[in-house]
């Protein structure tokens, strides 16, 4: 499910494997494009890892998603 593969993702991240924690949440939003968990952790990655661009290109499909208000709230505050 969503809620265990953000973990896995948050987990992998904390570890420094970027790299399988990035195609772990593109995988996931593949799965559930309608949730933004994954959306926005994967954002919030990529603000860490400096890839602001890449993290504000995930903005416009977070936006979409309903019920969002807070994760596009919270990837918004950490690109700035």
């Keep these: 499910n969503v809620v265990?593969?953000?973990s896995l993702g948050t987990l992998l991240a904390g570890q420094g494997r970027v790299v399988e924690a990035?195609?772990?949440y593109r995988a996931t939003m593949d799965a559930f494009p309608e949730?933004?968990?994954?959306?926005n952790?994967?954002?919030?990655?990529?603000?860490?890892?400096?890839r602001d661009g890449?993290?504000?290109a995930l903005l416009p499909r977070l936006r979409a998603l309903p019920k969002s208000g807070r994760a596009v709230a919270e990837l918004e505050a950490a690109l700035k």
Excluded: F, K, S
């Design 4 to 6: 265990c593969r953000a």
């Design 22 to 24: 990035e195609a772990l």
């Design 35 to 39: 949730n933004p968990v994954c959306i």
């Design 41 to 50: 952790q994967l954002g919030l990655m990529l603000v860490d890892l400096g």
């Design 54 to 56: 890449d993290a504000r």
